[in-house]
């Protein structure tokens, strides 16, 4: 497939059709591979809250897992600090 090389701003670009877009699933992100002459364009699966778990797990043994904001933000009593 032929396309055009566009100007976009201070860059040049190229314009993937809709019906690519949806096969590959290619949503807001791609990963660009170059090698030697060739430029190779992936759909980049990214799932909702990928790494969370490892995130987490890392956080508890840093001991940085604990709650920003009190447990008695609903009582009369707290303040605000600003």
Do not use: T
């Not at 969370?52 to 707290?78: G, H, R, T, V, Y």
């Amino acid at each position: 497939m032929m396309v055009s090389v566009v100007q976009i701003g201070n860059s040049r670009g190229i314009r993937l059709p809709q019906k690519i877009l949806s096969e590959l699933n290619i949503q807001d992100v791609v990963e660009m591979v170059i090698r030697k002459d060739e430029l190779i364009i992936k759909s980049v699966e990214k799932k909702p809250r990928q790494g969370w778990d490892e995130a987490f797990s890392k956080m508890s043994e840093a001991k940085a897992d604990k709650l920003l904001l009190p447990e008695n933000i609903d009582s009369e009593n707290f303040e605000w600090v600003w």
